[in-house]
């Protein structure tokens, strides 16, 4: 029988602290070390200074400071370019050494789980190429999209426990000339935003205390091998991931609770492409619509290509057929940028989103007509031939 | 005998009538080539047929889905239900592994995942029909090594995501170059990707036997992509033929 004073404990009573001895899981941080002793392949140290974070199961994470090797998102810079613009500019104006290749594919994910036009092999060819050419240059690998967050663990986890794949990736990589490397943390910028939001709050020059903020964690972030994803006993007391939790409470912003947090946005990967009226409606009554009725947020921040793309751009058909939409979204990444000054157009690139960020401009008092002018100053000159780009100088403050 | 019509427009026909026609052996071969992937055995350890996957997936709020069925089904190695489900069922799940919560540890998504290659590999007329308009998207990846480029967003492409999209199409080139990082100038590609990267993803495809795939479920798409890689590879020094 359950006792009593079980049942009325309060929340505070509680505190749950997860076990890395009883977790259900191996920890990969031992077989890969292990497998780098057995000559399989050669580990990617995190470069020092490192963050140490927990994950699901009290595990350590390293999360590396600077020496960033990025890999970036096909969705992000393709549709929504001030993703990781701003994920560059703060590390830019945090004086970072980081790195941005040009040697780099996509993961290939987002179409390996729309159209299964690939297998495994292949898939993890891709990934232990993007990470050989990472460890060429001396940068550590830090991945912008969830997707490839998620696919790459995925394809750690298939390389430990396979000998034969091992060996197949092995060969093709050395047919390009390249070592087979593991990195010993897969790390999601996400996480890096987590570990280095207190050196983003010093530096906050916009006052976000008087907003209401929800979020929506990427599916790929922390359900697609849930145990390597942050979590954190001062959010949520660890039953739910960290990221972009920890960072709108460290700028003040007071983020609130909704029944559908667990839900995936509705992207699909091909549904977003081929089959939109499933996106469109998931997004829109499944997340939007329940994040106003139960939170009345000023602003909804995510963390992935296809969350951000899914719950901006389907609010405008949601707007047609009369239904409760109108909250912008952004990245945690864009957000973080915006409190430390960065130029709503230059840098965050808001003129790519869908849905009306405006207002949500003016409740933090930024004057969004003179901001869109200057950078309409911008692309005059480069219309008229006077300049060929917008320069990191331009961006600086 | 050609595939009968499902028994109620919407509705999944678990009776299985309408693959009657398709011998049990044929099944059987596809349900064994699932199984023998290298994948499968850590995503699926059996079933408790609890539905917990489904109490969490988005796709059976909409359509008539469930991904407890699949893994019941592929648990109980029912090879008829089997057939059903990788022809009228596998493409509507949206690979967010929400269903990962599983008590058994397995992963329904993941199973997904290798039912569609499987389909997609023997050139399944059901595969073909899902992927049809996705070509496009498959030749930008295979061929760039980048998937969802600026230059996708037109109006036509995307009309219920707003006028903006019209907006952007139209300032393209201008908007692009009025990005501070140097990689993302471009407008074909999401970045600037190294010649030498993608031979090395030429490669890759060639040595994984991916092109193979693209030529069961379209051909176009795959004599198209052919010639490309072909040519670059050539320029290259690689004498390499996907045929
Ligand atoms: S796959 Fe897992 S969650 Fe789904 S019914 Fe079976 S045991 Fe339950
Ligand atoms: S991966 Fe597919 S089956 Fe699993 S929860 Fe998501 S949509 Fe449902």
Redesign the pocket.
Known sequence: MIPHSALFNKAKDRNYVADPAQAPTEDYHDIVDELEKEGEWIVHRVPDPAIEVKNKYNRTKKIPVEKTWHHKSCGQCGHIPGYSTAVFWINRQLGLDHHDPSDQTSCTAWNYYASATSNAAAQAAVAMRNFAAAHETGYYPIIHCATSFGHYKETRQQLIHNPELRRQVKKILEKLGKKLIMPEEIVHYSEWVHAMRDRIAERQVVDMSGLRATIHPACHYHKLIGEDAIYAPEVYGAQRSAIITSLLQTLGIDVRDYSTWYDCCGFGFRHILVSRDFSRSFAVQRKIEVMKEEADPDILISHDTGCVTTLDQSQFAGRAHDRNVGLPVMSDSQLAALAMGAHPYKVLQLHWHSTDNKPFLEKLGIDHRRAWAEFEAVTDEIRSGKREYLTWEDCDV | MSAQPPATPGRLDLSGRQYAHVDYDEKERLFEEVKGDLRFDEYLYG????????ASCPSARFYDFS??KI??TMAREDVDLFYVFLNDSVWDCSQCFS?D????K?S?GGVITVMREVAVKNGLASAAEALEGYGRVVYKIMSTGTQVSPDMLSANAFPDWGPHVEEIAKNLDVWRRALPPETMHTTETSWQVDDKTIIELYLIWHMTGVMDMIKEVDEGLFMILQDVMEEKLEDAGYDVSFD
């Open positions: 079933c408790y047929e609890c539905g917990i996957c489904v991904p407890r893994a019941q269903c919560v599983c008590p058994r397995n329904p």
